[in-house]
């Protein structure tokens, strides 16, 4: 049973790959549209600062943010309650 399943999956999942890479066309995207005018491209330092450094600088803010205003942890009431260990009966 579990190969028919194994079998089934693996088709949808072939159909679905063949469907999109069908429906799309990339070659469309070399074709200019009226108007289009495109700036200039961007250097290497500028595609790392705006694809990694700035989303790594905001999540750094928003993570700091978050622990800074965090108020869990200001109460002042234990955060654990120890229970005595109960007495062993000497002499069975």
């Known amino acids: 049973m ?17 469907m999109m890479l069908l429906m799309s066309s990339p070659a469309l995207a070399l074709t200019r549209d009226d108007g289009d005018d495109p700036g200039p491209g961007l250097s290497v330092i500028q595609t790392v600062g705006l694809f990694v450094l700035c989303p790594l600088a905001l999540f ?9 205003l965090d108020k869990s942890r200001k109460t002042d009431a234990p955060t654990a ?4 260990k109960k007495k062993a009966k000497a002499g069975v």
């Open 2 to 18: 579990d190969k028919k399943n194994a079998l089934r999956a693996g088709a949808v999942a072939a159909g679905t790959t063949l």
């Open 60 to 68: 750094a803010v928003i993570a700091g943010l978050v622990m800074l």
């Open 81 to 84: 309650v120890v229970k005595p």
